[in-house]
């Protein structure tokens, strides 16, 4: 090892000390084995074994995989569901609450008091925020009741009806998380340097195009940091689906997560639960990694 | 070398750490403990619990009795992760339409341990030695029986002019008094989502249930879907019921019931008590299930006791169940009204625990219902074929998918 070239007394020092640091550090490692590397592995594991939560244990070696994706019917409708919610979700989500960031950085009257309101579904329980958006889409609910009252149109039931579930689901999600984004971009915001903005406006820059060609590739880093963050918890949806519309009608909402949890915690397949999450965190890796790819054409970072 | 070294150190800790993790919390601290595990979703479910455990403990000077509780959601997850790691309590509670997923984690209990246990089945309700059997073994011991009930509002029947239903009415009755009742944005009816409550009706129409006796899958047996079709038109040709709105609505019927916006909802004699006493105000009433040209078949369902396979000490654990079940703790359930006890001599006391102006119908319906009953039968994958079809069953209500596709499907996905 390199320690061998130096001075043996400085080696021994570096040695003692790489030693007392390890022991320092060994509460953490400890903590990170415990919580973390073990249950991955374990999961790894799992995922080659026919895994009941009680009984025998079998190898299988791939054959969860291969009855994930050629025999399980629920499978490829959540791989669907999941990438239409992502597709969906992340560009309105991301688009909403960037314009969201915009108009409120100007400074007009109220703008903190507009943020805090953004930003309550956010910190209000998932549970609570679906109670109330049940109440407002089923069929005895407030829309329903006001487009009859009004309009004496008859709405669809919303969470019912295959195609108009998914978008529930999707609209309710963006609201849920539009507070989020939006309090990262208005950060962003306040923080372009005034010297950059104020040569821009010098030069004539005013309105859309001050917006388009100066303010977003400034702070283009905090869109990536929120697309990709976006992307991920987008990908592993879970709550809402399983609250609104409790994956129906049929599997039309069912997304992969509860797709795994259904498998894992209602049918005790854990082997197969385990192989399901790891395709999803496979997918998670890829385009995270080629959103990664992406950024260097699109993200300026000044430093 | 040093690295290596610190390295192994700082592995074996690891998993030292991971060991002691393990072993806490398990059901075996010591052989002369006895765990037992309830749910419990309420601080008076746990008073009551408790009580029964005083009971026990007063049976059982010698035996040191403890109680874990959780709620019935959570209660089933994590006995499942229990029985994974051997952590499985001795004496676990176990409902009738739960065990068959459970039954590797419970032992078989034979005469013998009935006797251990203190515990002779003449003095149960007939019926009630199938309430946690599956393919004829005997896994525990209900405390409660149970079957299904149509209850009403009263009120809302009254302002639409529609005579209550009596115990032994019949289909026609019932389709008469929801045609009746459906009017001025009330529906007459309110189809359920959960297993026992939109399957309750079909199997008292059929006279049969979806599954046979040995576990065999039977939900295209062709009386069966005829029923169950009947039952999803209530919704969408009859239009005495609203369409569900939505698959998490697991409880939806019930709901529509206790939110008076249907007169009619099938719901298991567990929720007496509560209807009776309901928030909202209303006058609620009971009946049997109806009968048609094949009777009125009604499954006897209930929660009971069994021992864990894991349970290093079984006779302990036998002694303990047989106090949970014993003539004190059973007249405690049936006089405090939480349930319907299971053993016979403690049912009256059940009875004198309800209001005196609902007490005689209480007892006339409780009576007839249990009447013509069978233990539930249920395929091995039972779980996963109502977890596919309660939210297939919105699609059917709502007129997007029929019964007889979705029963037919599912029989071709769990029946092989």
Redesign the interface.
Known sequence: MSTTTYTPRRGTLARTESRQALGFVSPALAGLALFTIVPVVLSIVMGFFNWPTFGDKEFVGFDNYVRLFTQSPDFWPALRNTFVFALLYVPISVILSLLLALSLSSRIRGRGALRVLFFIPVVTPMVANVLVWKMLLQPQGLFNGLAQSWFGVQLPNFLADPQWAMIMVVVMSVWQGLGYNMLIFSAALEQLPESVVEAARIDGAKGFRMIWSVMLPMISPSIFFASIMTMITSLQVFAQPQLLTGGGPGNATQPLVQFIYNQGFKFQELGLAAAAAWILFAIIIILTALQFRAQKKWVHYEH | M??IH?GA???A??AA??MT?CSTGGGDASSDTVVIDMWAGSQSDTDALNAQLEIARKQNPDLKIELRTAPWGDFF?KL??N??SGNMACVTGMNSGMLS??T??FLELSDADLKTAGIDLADFSAGADEILSNKGTMYGVPFDIATMLVYYNADLLDAAGVAHPEAGWTFDDFEATAKAATKDGKYGFAVGMGDFQWQALPIAKAGQQPVEQDGTLALTDPAFVDAASWYSGLVTEEKVA?????????GWGENQYTGQ?AAMAVDGTWNAVSYLNNDAGFTAGMTTLPSGENGSLGLILGSGFGIAKSCKNPDAALKVLGSMLSPEAQDYIASSGRSYPARTASQPLYFESIDEQFRPQVEEVFTKAFEEVQGQYVSD?W??VG?YI???L??V??G??SMENVLESAQQ?FGK
């Open positions: 040093k690295k610190v150190v700082a592995a800790a690891a750490l991971v993790g997850t499942t992760t029985m994974a997923s459970y590797d984690g609203a369409p569900v709105a939505s698959a998490s609505d697991t916006n994958n779980s996963k977890t309660q939210p297939q919105v699609s209500y709502n997007q998918e996905q």
